[in-house]
Structure formats: C-alpha cells, structure tokens
C-alpha cells in the first residue's frame, strides 16, 4: 500500500504534488517495517488483553459484582457489542485520515477510559456496581477499543510487499491470543487479590504504553520504494460481494472462538470442577498453541498461495473437535464409571478446538485485505472484525440460554454447526467459462 492511500478523496496528481512540496519526509531504515508490525503486536496485544482477559475473569466477576449467569453474560456481551458498533466507522477514518492518528486516538482514549473505571466501576466495601453501570462501562471500551483493528492492519499492509504479508498479519493476529493468554494468566489471580482496580488499572497501563509506541515509530510508508503496486485500489469494499463474503465466513468462524474466550473458564469451573489455577493454564494454552499456529500459517500460506484451503481445513478441524466435545459432555453423566477419566480429557479437548478455531485469523484478514485492495484496507478490516465482535455480543448473551436449554452439550454442538457453516463460504468463487 502506497503513502497516498490516506488521502482517498483526492486525485493521485495533486496527492504526489502536496508530497512534493512538502517538507523533507523522514528517512527509514530497510528494517522499519518491523517497528510497524512491533506496534500493531503492541496495540491488538493491549486490546485484547482487555476483550480476552476480562471474560477469563468470569468466575471472580460474577462474584464479585452479584451477577447471575445472565447478568454475566450480558455484561461480557457488551462488551463486544461496543466493538462491533465502532469498527467500521473506526475503519472508514483510518481510510480517510491514516492509521497512525486514529491509532493514537483510540489507544489514549481507551487507556483514559479504563483508568476511570478502575477508580469508579469496581467492588468496594461501601458498595458494589450494579449490572447496568458495569455493563455501559464494558460497553464505552468496546467502542472506543474498535480502533485498533482496522488502524494497524492498514499500517502492515502499507509496510510489507504481498509475499511478506501473510506472515506479517500473522504475526499480528497472534497478539490476539497473546494478550488474550497473559490475560487469562495474570487477571483472574490479579482481581482474587487485588481487585478490579488493579485488573482495569493494568489494563490501562497496556494501552497506555501502545499509545507511546505508535507515537514514536508508527509513520506512513515513504514515496519512494514503497510496498504496494498503485493498481490494487479495487472497488469499494462495501460493494465487493467476494469482501463480504470472506467478511461473513470469518465472524462465522468466530462465534465458536468467542465461545471458548468468554465460559470456556465458566464451563471447566461448573462442570468439569477445575480450580483457577488449572483453568488459567488451559486458556493460556489455547491462546499459546493460537499463536503458534497462526505464525505458521502465515509463513506457509505465503509460501504455497493456498489462503482459501487452509481457511476451509481450519473450520473442517473446529467443526470436529466440537463435535468431540459435545459427545463428551453428553458421554459424562451416561457413563458414572469412566466419568473421571472424562472430565480429565474435557480440558484437552477444548485446547485442541479453541486452537484450531483460532489459528487462522492473519491468513484470513490477509485473504480479506487483498480482496479489498490498498485503499480500502481499513474499511474491509473493520467489517469483518464488525461481524465478529457482534459474535462477541450474541455469544456471551446466548450460552446461558443454551444452557437452560440443554447444558452445555447444546453449547458445544452450536459451536461446531457455526464452524461447519462456514466451510463452504471460503470456497473460491468459479469463474465462468469464455464465451
């Protein structure tokens, strides 16, 4: 992507005018563009410590604030739902006025945000919140934490050339269960005994020092030399049928996902009995194996120009292992003398499928982004990860529904029809037949 894109409302002429007669630009060394991606790590890392690591809390915030299990789910819902209202207006100023302001707005003001809440919105002994204040509260961080995606997915794609690009959102993407696995490690222990003060006072700190980052390293990419062919520019992405379907496929593929982040913890505390410890070792072990896998996949997507293959085996594998899960849990109660045994495989088992529902994520937003082309990056980002944070809403606010209605077995089977559903979406298009 070239430094013009910014400036999507003018022509290329008086775009390359007002570079010229601009003053000097800045002189970056080959190896900046690693800096960049550094900063995207940094600030999807931060964020996600906060949309992750806050559900991974569940069991210390329902007890904390007095919540019912609906209430909870409400409460985490929210959260996401504040995402998926912002990403795409976030999206389209990313396009107009360029990553590195919008990034700085948003990582400041969600940092200010979540300071405010650690002095205000926490358990006291002279009173606790109630789950409308919480709940507005996880909702103003969503809309103002939608900024990160869009923002620093555009900044990679104007920074690396076509056959870095899959590896380099990869590597990107695995800030998402990075931050999200130092959160599931760090926060529940963190509120046991500290409090909600400290949990949303580091938090703060995190997007905080992003912000600093950005500050200091993140630039567009100069005139001369840069990354992106100028004939990439594509159509609208809100016209592109081929954007919203990969859009689509992608929040479908998410849901699952969400489910894992958000009562994987709920569901190894109720029904297989795990203590904190244990169950912040299995979430930090899905966000690890996510991280690794989606390095990999990058790297070898990039290599064999197979995106579209490796987004279908990714759902094929969730599909079944959730499927797994759902025998297992509907195995337990049938089986009293093996139950032991059971509950011991269930923890392994939801590993194995939150990391395959996990490990695709760069490959995909690449796909996504190539599709959109170099002026629209921002904008076909943020629509997809629009329909993934609605998962973050409806998710949380369905599974204690699900559970009413049939335990955790109707949780683990809706997961693994989501995932087989959008197998078929990442089907290339066939191209028809010259007359």
Not at 15 to 42: C, N, T
Not at 173 to 180: K, L, N
Request: with cysteine; net charge positive.
């Amino acid at each position: 992507m070239s430094a013009l894109v910014d400036c999507t409302d003018q022509q290329p002429t008086q775009i390359l005018q007002d570079r010229v007669a601009s003053p000097a630009e800045e002189v970056f060394s080959p190896g900046h563009r690693w800096k960049v991606l550094g900063i995207g790590v940094a600030a999807n890392a931060s964020f996600s410590a906060t949309f992750s690591g806050i559900p991974a809390t569940a069991v210390v915030l329902r007890q904390g604030y007095h919540l019912s299990n609906a209430e909870l789910g409400i409460a985490l819902g929210v959260l996401g739902l504040g995402v998926a209202l912002s990403e795409l207006p976030w999206g389209l100023l990313t396009d107009r006025w360029g990553d590195r302001r919008v990034l700085l707005i948003g990582l400041g003001a969600t940092a200010a945000w979540l300071l405010a809440m650690a002095m205000l919105v926490v358990p006291t002994r002279s009173g606790i919140p109630d789950v409308m204040l919480l709940s507005a509260s996880l909702l103003v961080t969503g809309l103002l934490g939608g900024s990160v995606n869009g923002s620093s997915g555009r900044a990679i794609m104007g920074w690396f050339r076509e056959n870095e690009r899959g590896f380099a959102m990869s590597i990107r993407q695995t800030a998402v269960p990075m931050g999200g696995g130092i959160g599931a490690l760090v926060l529940p222990s963190l509120a046991l005994v500290f409090g909600f003060s400290a949990v949303f006072g580091l938090l703060a700190g995190a997007s905080a020092l992003s912000a600093v980052f950005a500050w200091r390293w993140l630039h567009e990419p100069p005139m001369a030399g840069h990354v992106v062919s100028p004939d990439v520019a594509g159509p609208a992405p809100l016209r592109n049928i081929e954007v919203w379907r990969i859009a689509t496929a992608i929040g479908l593929l998410c849901f699952p996902q969400v489910a894992v982040l958000t009562f994987a913890s709920v569901f190894l505390h109720d029904f297989a009995g795990l203590g904190t410890a244990a169950i912040s070792a299995s979430l930090a072990a899905v966000q690890v194996g996510a991280m690794v896998m989606r390095v990999w996949s990058g790297r070898y997507t990039d290599r064999h120009g197979n995106r579209r293959q490796f987004l279908r085996l990714c759902s094929a594998l969730s599909a079944l292992a959730f499927a797994v899960l759902w025998l297992l849990v509907l195995a337990a109660p049938a089986m009293p003398g093996s139950q032991p045994y059971l509950i011991a495989v269930l923890p392994l088992v939801l590993i194995v499928a939150g990391i395959s529902v996990s490990a695709w994520h760069g490959v995909a937003y690449t796909e996504l982004a190539t599709l959109a082309g170099a002026g629209h990056v921002g904008t076909a980002l943020s629509l997809a990860n629009t329909f993934v944070f609605v998962g973050f809403f409806l998710v949380p606010v369905a599974i204690p529904g699900l559970l009413h209605l049939g335990s955790w077995s109707g949780v683990w089977l809706s997961a693994s029809l989501c995932a087989l559903i959008a197998w078929p979406i990442f089907l290339r298009p066939v191209a028809p037949r010259p007359a």
